[in-house]
């Protein structure tokens, strides 16, 4: 395919982490050969026999993963979805470009998938690939954890100059109450109070028992006990 070109393999100096010989590429669904893979710190290389590969840079790569579906393909492999166009469809999507204005909010997607002969390799090929794409974050993801909001300057309020929140106690509170103000916490004290005595109230009788068996906070059941009732109960003290 067109898009294979011919470039020197990364190397120690490019940070190369697995090295992977034996391995089939395959662009959406269609075979590439068999060659080796190159999972780099810089970037994810594959080359063929003859030295025609291709590159992958992490940035555009949006997911990868270790596939052991055989129904999804019929062989173990290494996943990779690239947010971008390659081989015969890049040159599609460039005469189609005037066709698709109204779907430039859409991403091209591309699918790679890397078959190692030795299926052992996977997870050393899976963990290479993590840590190298780790080190490539996502310029969006960094701009999201910025923090837009005013900077709390501690000198300046050391120093008296900003705006320090004023606090009160009960008592202070309602020295700096207005008029209105005390009359409406008046007014909210005595419904709290009637609610507080409603619930101690049952058909319209307020008892002194009723008011007893909520004095500590919980409800006491003040019926006679039934001799035998609880005799093979465990009580824990």
Not at 58 to 67: E, G, N, Q, R, W
Not at 86 to 109: L, Q, T
Not at 140 to 152: K, P, V
Not at 212 to 235: C, K, L, S
Request: charged share 30%; net charge negative.
């Amino acid at each position: 395919m067109s898009f294979l070109k011919s470039f020197s393999p990364p190397g120690p100096a490019e940070g190369l982490r697995q090295q992977q010989p034996d391995t089939e590429a395959v662009l959406n669904g269609k075979g590439l050969g068999t060659g080796t893979l190159y999972i780099a710190e810089s970037r994810l290389s594959w080359l063929d026999g003859s030295g025609l590969g291709f590159s992958l840079e992490y940035p555009t790569i949006s997911l990868h993963a270790v596939s052991r579906d055989l129904n999804a393909y019929p062989r173990e492999h290494l996943y990779v979805m690239v947010n971008a166009k390659f081989g015969e469809e890049s040159k599609e999507s460039v005469a189609d470009e005037e066709e698709e204005d109204s779907d430039d909010d859409v991403e091209p997607i591309t699918e790679f998938r890397f078959v190692p002969s030795d299926k052992s390799a996977l997870e050393a090929m899976f963990t290479a690939m993590c840590e190298c794409q780790a080190l490539h974050p996502d310029p969006e993801d960094e701009d999201s954890d910025d923090y837009d909001g005013d900077e709390y300057d501690v000198e300046a309020h050391e120093q008296g100059q900003g705006d320090i929140p004023t606090f009160y106690t009960y008592e202070e509170g309602l020295s700096h109450l207005t008029a209105e103000g005390q009359a409406t916490l008046e007014r909210l004290e005595g419904m709290l109070s009637q609610s507080v005595s409603s619930q101690f109230n049952m058909a319209g009788v307020r008892t002194e028992d009723s008011i007893r068996d909520y004095e500590d906070g919980m409800e006491v059941d003040t019926a006679p006990t039934v001799a035998g009732q609880f005799e093979d109960a465990d009580v824990d003290h």
